[in-house]
């Protein structure tokens, strides 16, 4: 759909600096301090940018709520050293506390932070399933128990193991080890996928949509878990379900995900039980600079 984008040209400083952030060259200044023009709104991939810009506030852009464009104020910035901080603070939560229930308002400000996540061409295709039933996440962990077994065999079977490319065939070795400790936790009365969590969110969107996909789901709810950190929470990646789920018609019928959707992402979410009191550390990282 082409929107429809106008400006005011009693309210325009004439900068052109919408002309100047707007990728798609939607906008254009026939000469220094000159009204802008729109002369290509077929290519807007609704960023919002112009509007953000805008020093007169001159530009009504037809495809938003113009009032959802609050002002950047300096109470929203933070500090390099405290955010650095905050980052080393969060740490993957695998023991919550079980009798304190996550409430749906707090879930909700999760989801208005994967919000504002950017996503490839702006294509906002995510979305969320947020599960809060025991009884469904006891039965999606049986059903990866099933997806692992049926992995450990390939990975035992040497003469399909044969036919593989050698680095594929060393890889699945290496990962038998991996599928048998998580099936010996699981019949050990263990939950190895989901730790017992009050919730489990799943993010998947159609992979025809934007060209990085797993990249969109992963920032989204990365600044989910960011928030929840902001909120008391703790959070988890559950790779084991994510990475295997979409080869289980049964788990993607029971989630109901959409025939050209495949799962992306998925982390649980919960008060933790215990109290850290320090950072986490990591190793160096490995950098190489060309200049």
């Not at 405290?82 to 229930?101: D, E, H, I, T």
């Not at 400790?181 to 996928?193: C, H, L, N, R, T």
């Not at 990249?215 to 295997?244: H, K, P, R, V, W």
């Not at 992402?265 to 950098?287: C, H, I, K, Q, W």
Request: overall charge negative; aromatic content about 8%.
């Amino acid at each position: 759909m082409m929107p429809k984008i106008e400006i005011n040209p009693e309210t325009c400083d004439k900068e052109g600096l919408c002309t100047r952030v707007c990728a798609e060259d939607i906008f254009k200044q026939e000469e220094k301090a000159t009204v802008p023009v729109v002369v290509h709104p077929e290519r807007c991939f609704y960023c919002g940018q112009c509007v953000a810009v805008c020093p007169g506030e001159a530009i009504t852009h037809h495809g938003f709520e113009m009032d959802n464009f609050p002002p950047h104020t300096a109470e929203m910035d933070i500090e390099p050293d405290a955010l650095l901080g905050f980052l080393r603070m969060r740490r993957s939560v695998r023991n919550y506390n079980q009798k304190r229930p996550v409430s749906r308002e707090t879930v909700e400000k999760l989801i208005e932070a994967a919000r504002y996540a950017p996503t490839g061409s702006n294509a906002q295709s995510l979305q969320h399933l947020i599960i809060e039933s025991r009884q469904t996440m006891d039965t999606l962990a049986r059903l990866c128990v099933d997806l692992f077994k049926e992995q450990l065999d390939v990975c035992q079977d040497e003469k399909a193991l044969a036919k593989l490319d050698p680095r594929v065939a060393r890889r699945i070795r290496a990962e038998q080890h991996f599928y048998e400790s998580v099936i010996s936790d699981y019949q050990a009365g263990k939950d190895p996928f989901f730790y017992q969590a009050p919730v489990l969110i799943v993010t998947h969107a159609d992979l025809t949509i934007t060209s990085c996909p797993v990249e969109d789901a992963t920032l989204a709810s990365y600044q989910m878990m960011l928030m929840a950190q902001s909120l008391g929470l703790g959070t988890c990646y559950i790779g084991n379900f994510y990475e295997y789920a979409n080869q289980s018609q049964t788990i993607r019928e029971m989630l109901a995900i959409p025939p050209d959707h495949d799962i992306l992402m998925s982390f649980t979410l919960g008060y933790p039980a215990v109290r850290f009191r320090r950072l986490v550390d990591r190793n160096e990282p490995e950098v190489q600079w060309i200049t």
